[in-house]
């Protein structure tokens, strides 16, 4: 006999964690399934907005190794400027701790926890879901969140989220001598120039900094190359890099499909990244606990899981959406007119100020596009036409 649970979530990350906690907070039986086994390594730049800290019932800062409030802006390392945003736009985070204070709070919560168990077979039917691990486990339960990342194997058995787009990112962790390491404190440094579209980052830690790039998925080739010239820009090319990796972003644009009767995806596996930032913790948390809920109101028979997506649909990807049009417009005019562009969002402060607003949940993308109606509906339409 397999053990059974009300709700099974695939995938300790933030999106999963989240759910899990949110779940079993609520008196559900949660499993939480994790292909690793935790600490593990996670390839991301760290950035966590302090409007993603808001979301939390519990304090980030015993994780948190430094917070920045300026944001240093080169195009390949010409037009730089910096723009201070007064106090602090984000945390900065090594994703391994991150990802385990959140763990540890679902498991507090009363989730159980099981690593180094990866899904292998998913069967779903009229009374729930059965999942089959590589390791021989089996359990059985009425729902299932599958947060298992962009590459989501889960969400592919269960016939969801197969048309996402996607872009790669590629990221070192770099062991910087002493005084760059210190310069570096405070400040996360953002490359632009990258065509049509894509940016390099440093985002300072206690002992490395997060060095990477994230381009469209066609010149995923060029990454390490992209990155090596970055470092040399940055006069870094012969400090030690502990951990060079690359990973895969999705992005939900439309309707593609995340939730079935018995299965939702959440997070990465759903595509809830932006396309400005191309940042996804923040939609990651948020998705886990619109998935909680969800999964609750199933549960006590006050509506089908499909809701889920409804769900999404509103309270999501307005925000989603008006990201990618700010992306649109933004590196549409980089493109056109580097030098030029460069100079107008140095001179004029409202960019920047907006950005920051937005991380710090003070504003969000969808208010600061309706500020400047012309041109989200000239993108729009543009946007409308490229995806024809």
């Known amino acids: ?49 302090r409007r993603t800290a ?18 240093d802006i080169a195009w390949r390392g010409r ?29 507090r919560a009363g989730a159980e926890f099981r690593p180094g168990s990866a899904v292998r077979a998913l069967e779903t039917g009229p009374q729930g879901v059965l999942v089959r691990t590589d390791d021989g486990f089996a359990a059985s339960a009425s729902f299932l969140v599958a947060a298992d990342g962009a590459h989501s194997p889960v969400g592919r058995m269960a016939g969801l989220g197969g048309d996402l787009a996607e872009c790669a990112a590629y990221e070192v962790e770099v062991r910087a001598p002493g005084p760059q390491l210190r310069a570096a404190r405070g400040t996360a440094f953002i ?19 997060s060095i990477g790039i994230v381009l469209p998925p066609g010149q995923a080739g060029t990454m390490k190359q992209q990155v090596g010239a970055y470092l040399r820009r940055l006069g870094l090319e ?20 995340i939730a079935s009767d018995r299965v939702l995806l959440a997070g990465d596996a759903a595509g809830l990244a932006d ?73 004029v402060p409202y960019l920047w100020d907006a950005f920051f607003a937005v991380q710090r949940g003070e504003s969000t993308y969808a208010r600061e596009a309706s500020r400047v109606p012309i041109l989200p509906a000239i993108a729009a339409r543009r946007l409308a036409r490229a995806d024809a």
């Not at 995938?11 to 039986?29: D, I, N």
């Not at 951990?243 to 499909?257: D, M, P, Y």
């Open 1 to 49: 006999m397999s053990p059974e649970f009300d709700v099974i979530v695939v995938g300790a990350g933030p999106a999963g964690s989240s759910a899990a906690r949110e779940l079993a907070a609520a008196g559900a039986r949660v499993l939480l399934l994790d292909r690793a086994g935790f600490p593990r390594y996670k390839a991301c730049g760290g950035g966590i907005p």
């Open 54 to 71: 808001r979301l939390l019932p519990f304090p980030i800062e015993p994780v948190v190794e430094d917070d920045v409030s300026l944001l």
């Open 79 to 107: 037009y730089r400027f910096v723009r201070d945003s007064g106090e602090p736009f984000a945390a900065m985070v090594m994703r391994a701790r991150f990802d385990a204070l959140l763990l540890e709070h679902a498991r």
């Open 191 to 209: 490359e632009l120039g990258y065509r049509p579209w894509g940016y390099a980052w440093l985002f300072p830690k206690a002992e490395v900094l």
């Open 238 to 257: 012969s400090a030690p890099a502990d951990i060079a990796k690359g990973h895969k972003i999705r992005f939900r644009r439309g309707g593609e499909a």
């Open 275 to 347: 396309e400005f930032t191309q940042e996804g913790i923040y939609y990651a948390i948020e998705s886990g606990r619109i998935a909680a809920r969800a999964a609750l109101r199933a549960l006590a028979g006050a509506g089908p899981l499909t809701a889920y997506q409804r769900d999404i649909d509103r309270e999501v990807m307005p925000e989603l959406r008006a990201a990618r049009l700010i992306a649109y417009m933004f590196y549409g005019m980089l493109g056109r007119f580097p030098g030029p562009w460069m100079r107008a969002t140095r001179a």
